[in-house]
């Protein structure tokens, strides 16, 4: 089955910094790649998505980057700010008449004033 | 707005008890599944369900079933708690679009101590 890792699990930045998050899949039929972001004590939340067919996706100060022939994909954040800080996910999917999702295992971003 | 819900933020139960966890969702969304979320090792898979009445395992079913005998509403089960089950449970759900991919949405998590 797939297998989904995440690094690094402990990234600290000061504010306006970039941050890089990295995640590796094994099985070369996943297609589908988001990101979750979920704050102390909250629900995980979607803060972007990419498709197989694209190698790279903005939305304001987060991007993400696909890399298939290395299995790779990574989420950029740009000028960070406090409220950035967080866990986030990475995950991979093969889409199999329904949606199944593999998550890495997180990343803790502490982003200090 | 989606929401999802759980029926307890927080529970404590003892070794060898049934345990329920409930999830309810409100938009109608064929997809349900449950989580289970430990420092660490991120979110793992215990089960999922596409319909009513259907059922797969997902990558930590031992220890765990599920019912789904209505559309909105997603239990988990522990048939036997153990300490190793002390754990956040994630509930989630997402709309079925053919050739689409779809969000998940998430409940806010029950936190289970098994003592």
């Known amino acids: 089955g797939e297998n989904v890792e995440q690094h690094p699990s402990t990234l600290s930045v000061q504010e306006g910094d970039s941050a890089v998050i990295k995640c590796t899949y094994s099985d070369s039929a996943s297609n589908y790649f988001p990101w979750y972001k979920q704050e102390l004590g909250k629900r995980p939340q979607l803060i972007i998505d990419?498709?197989?067919?694209?190698g790279e996706k903005k939305d304001q100060r987060i991007a993400v980057t696909l890399n298939k022939t290395a299995k790779h994909f990574s989420l950029h954040i740009t000028e960070t700010q406090p409220e950035d800080s967080a866990v986030y996910f990475c995950?991979?999917?093969?889409?199999?008449?329904?949606?199944?999702?593999?998550f890495g295992t997180g990343t803790r971003l502490l982003v200090s004033p | 707005d989606v929401k999802v819900t759980q029926s307890s933020r927080y529970l404590v139960k003892r070794t060898g008890e049934k345990v329920f966890l409930e999830c309810v969702q409100d938009m109608d969304h064929e997809n349900m599944f449950w989580y289970r979320q430990d420092p660490g090792l991120g979110l793992r898979l215990i089960y999922f369900s596409y319909d009513v009445k259907m059922k797969e395992k997902g990558d930590i079913p031992e220890g765990y079933s599920v019912s789904r005998e209505k559309k909105e509403r997603f239990s988990l089960i522990l048939e036997s708690a153990s300490t190793n089950q002390t754990s956040m449970y994630l509930c989630?759900?997402?709309?079925?679009?053919?050739?689409?991919?779809?969000?998940?949405?998430f409940g806010p998590g029950t936190r289970l101590t098994v003592l």
């Open positions: 990419i498709r197989s067919n694209v």
């Open positions: 989630a759900s997402s709309l079925v679009a053919s050739g689409l991919y779809n969000e998940q949405f």
């Open positions: 995950a991979a999917s093969i889409r199999v008449g329904f949606q199944k999702l593999v």
